[in-house]
Nanobody, 123 residues
Framework: VQLQASGGGLVQAGGSLRLSCAAS????????MGWFRQSPGKEREFVAG????????DYADSVKGRFTISRDNAKNTVYLQMNSLKPEDTAVYYC?????????????????WGQGTQVTVSS
């Protein structure tokens, strides 16, 4: 299984970025997908997730209304559209894939991880 995250970069506060994560080596449509992030000295935290069986999504409170997760099963890709970015969104963002039926919020829910992409938001 490979998860290849891309789309990170440097952006000013208030700007937007779109992260992509291309998956291979798994039946993508049967996997929950999640985005997590980790900044220096902090634990990796849940950002957003999408269930495979009904497409339902959920978000961390800190990003609700600003970030949108979506998936394209035909392209084996999950996206994270990030708008109104804040300096506190600065982190390495990781995509993850898992098969736990009713949970997407915890690192243990996901068996497969991408390499991460750096997002830096300047003030």
């Amino acid at each position: 299984v490979q998860l290849q995250a891309s789309g990170g970069g440097l952006v000013q506060a208030g700007g937007s970025l779109r992260l992509s994560c291309a998956a291979s080596g798994l039946t993508f449509s049967n996997y929950n997908m999640g985005w997590f992030r980790q900044s220096p000295g902090k634990e990796r935290e849940f950002v957003a997730g999408i269930f495979w069986y009904n497409g339902n999504t959920d978000y961390a409170d800190s990003v609700k209304g600003r970030f949108t997760i979506s998936r394209d099963n035909a392209k084996n890709t999950v996206y994270l559209q990030m708008n109104s970015l804040k300096p506190e969104d600065t982190a390495v963002y990781y995509c993850a894939a898992g098969r736990r039926y009713n949970s997407i919020w915890y690192k243990a829910d996901h068996d497969n991880w991408g390499q991460g992409t750096q997002v830096t938001v300047s003030s």
